[in-house]
């Protein structure tokens, strides 16, 4: 049944025993049932079912519960149901007008535990489904037991009313211990860690001024310090937070966004596509774009450095772009204004990717661009050289 864990032992306490006097559906005796079971009582006694017993709604509303329906008694009488037991419980809806006490469920778990602990055997007298119990049946009980409910419609099924007792007095017994809860997934944070975070998070914050004005500064820092000490964070949230703070704080160092390649990955990549690419009739559109954006989220290291370089260089004014495609070539930088081709050309490259190299750089020159090819090693060794050489024109 879903929801049961088979691998699980039952719980093994000592229980009430619940009687069904004069149960009249067999569905309600199995309902009884299977609520028994879900609060781990066990004992069920019947006292005259309507229908007889073995009962086969009975078995199919059970649900399963067919160790309690197995081992149910069978009595003629109420009387002879309690006969063994020395404190019974009688539950109804109505007020019986007798001199007995009246309790709720959770006061009943409580007497019915305690009593079990001394040695006592406890029973709860349930009536049938069209009228209670009879007035000599509840003068039989030592309580009265009535649930706190809507008073103008307070009659339960009978089922359950067996449920409602059950899980009082489960919860009581098992100390209220829920089967399962959030699994932790990681041991807290200790203070030493988040204040370590926390010291970091500030040094960041003072470098963009953001804990200003500065009069207003030490309640800054109170305010956020509680937002963490309220998280009751985890060790790996500080390891996550701390990542996030140096990210934000040094800006991207792997590859451009969306990479997933490191510097000789994507060079091995380029090489590749250059290879793949000999010789081939010119593909759609869509496949130069798609290999473009490939290309852009994955620069290798010298492209990288080159590309901080010309951005930050006032000589290039910021417009070159990096593998966009010209037609359906793709060179390493281009600028269209200037219309100026950049190529990076790696140390000990094949003839393929020399080959196509070439190509490339005859197709752009016949199409006016000044094609400047730039040793990857010169801009790893002189960046400012390779510089002025392309400022120079070449
Ligand atoms: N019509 C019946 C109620 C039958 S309900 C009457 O008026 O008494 C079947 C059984 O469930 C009841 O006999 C009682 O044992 C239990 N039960 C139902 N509602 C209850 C309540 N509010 N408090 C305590 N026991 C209740």
Known sequence: MSGTDRTKTAVDLKGPVVILVEPQLGENVGMAARAMGNFGLTRLRLVNPRDGWPNLHAARAAAG?????????????PAAAIADLNLVLATSARPHDQAKPVIGPEAAAGEIIAHIAGGGDVGILFGRERFGLKAEEVALADRLVTFPVNPGFAS?????AVLLVG???????AGAALPHAMPERSPRAGKQQIDAFF??????LDKVEFLRPAEKRDTMLVNLRNIFTRMEPTKQDMHTLHGVVMAIAEGRKGPAKGGVLDGTQATRLRALLAEQGTGRA???GGSVRGLARLLRRNPTDAERMLWEALRRDRRFAGDFKRQTPVGRHIPDFVSFPRRVAIELVAPGESEAIA?????RAS????RGYRVVALETAE???????ALDRLAAGG
């Open 65 to 77: 519960a067919d160790h309690i329906l197995d081992k149910v008694e069978l009595f003629d009488t």
């Open 199 to 204: 010291d970091n998070l500030v040094r960041e």
């Open 167 to 173: 899980y009082e007095w489960f919860k009581r017994a």
């Open 355 to 359: 080959a196509d190299r070439a190509a």
């Open 379 to 385: 801009i790893e060794r002189d960046l400012g050289a």
């Open 363 to 366: 197709w752009l020159a016949e």
């Open 282 to 284: 010119p593909e759609e």
């Open 156 to 160: 339960l099924n009978l089922a359950q």
